[in-house]
């Protein structure tokens, strides 16, 4: 059961055409994201089960990936027109000179952990013991992949001293694991979680807590974002506002929602194998969510700091990394909200 739902990822066929009451179909966006039915995008789903994005007026049809690299290459490659995803991929869009920006930001960590197989026979003493392993990530160049190499460094180890193996972040994750192809393993949750629950996985890392995250990185960081080309912001204008109103109203009620509004909102599919592991997975990614919207200068000052020693490049200053995201459309989203509460007495 856990291997179906992990493989059945959101369609547009899931996700259902809203349009208005009059029949008028809403301005529609075209949205990459891998790992789509995990918490990692939560306020998306929030956003569009809790019907925000059709009082936002806007149609989101889904483009499911295996991996944030592929969910990326779908917008550069023009099929996808926004993408959600791990921040650090604006990083290396201005290095190739792409005016990406991210324009509203859903969690202040990375949400991904590190954990190694109870099969492989190792101890699991400590983070050193990853030295000489088939590590799986989702694939290489994306968030998993990233965080990975950011604990290797953080515990005195190269890159090189692992062996990286992409496993996707669906079926692909426990078929690696189970038949022996990786030793440990780097992805979001819930799946690590369960896994950690299942007591198939030792967790050695975490950044699912503000916490864990400070331990690794030296502060919060910005993790889950919407970014897009400045191109695109600023030829549609009014579908990036409605997707930003859309997320920040769904960051909004986060903080209030209890169990059973999850387990109301959330679709079964994304739950339904195990819906205490879910719901305990939540709880301890609640305070990673974003809470505003907002991008902080100096979280993105910090998550750059890291990437460049993971990825040096002959020209660092080619980055400003004050150019990698806008915060117009999250200000105006908030100056709405504030609005709106007023006029709800």
């Not at 009451?21 to 990692?40: E, F, I, N």
């Not at 944030?68 to 995803?85: I, K, T």
Request: hydrophobic letters at 40%; proline letters at 5%; one cysteine or more.
């Amino acid at each position: 059961m856990l291997v179906a739902a992990l493989g059945a990822l959101a369609t547009t066929s899931g996700l259902p055409a809203l349009a208005s009451d009059t029949g008028r179909q809403w301005p529609r966006v075209k949205l990459a994201l891998a790992a789509s039915q995990s918490l990692y995008h939560l306020p998306l789903t929030v956003a569009e089960h809790m019907g925000f994005f059709r009082q936002t007026g806007v149609q989101v049809e889904w483009w499911p990936h295996e991996s944030g690299a592929q969910a990326l290459n779908s917008v550069l490659n023009g099929q996808a027109d926004v993408m959600a995803g791990a921040y650090e991929h604006l990083f290396g869009l201005h290095q190739k000179g792409l005016p990406y920006q991210s324009f509203v930001q859903m969690s202040r960590t990375p949400q991904v952990s590190l954990g190694g197989s109870t099969r492989s026979g190792k101890a699991w003493r400590s983070m050193a013991d990853i030295r000489g392993t088939r590590l799986g990530v989702s694939a290489l160049d994306s968030t998993t992949h990233w965080m990975a190499c950011q604990w290797l460094r953080r515990h005195g180890m190269s890159q090189d001293e692992v062996m990286f193996v992409e496993v996707g972040s669906s079926t692909g994750v426990l078929d690696a694991l189970r038949s022996g192809s990786i030793d440990a393993l780097c992805n979001p949750d819930p799946i690590m979680h369960w896994l950690e629950q299942k007591n198939e996985i030792r967790l050695l890392g975490e950044t699912r807590t503000l916490t864990g995250t400070r331990k690794v990185m030296g502060g919060a960081v910005p993790g889950a974002s919407l970014m897009a080309h400045t191109d695109y912001l600023q030829r549609h204008p009014d579908r990036v506002q409605a997707l930003t109103d859309g997320v920040v109203m769904a960051l909004k009620w986060l903080p209030t929602a209890g169990l059973t509004d999850i387990l109301k909102t959330v679709p079964p599919s994304h739950w339904s194998w195990d819906r205490a592991a879910y719901l305990g997975a939540f709880e301890k990614l609640r305070e990673s969510y974003a809470v505003d919207g907002l991008v902080r200068g100096e979280e993105v000052s910090r998550a750059w700091q890291v990437h460049s020693h993971l990825k040096p490049t002959p020209s660092p200053g080619r980055i400003f990394p004050e150019r990698t995201f806008t915060n117009a459309f999250a200000q105006a989203a908030q100056s709405a909200q504030r609005l709106r509460s007023r006029a709800t007495g």
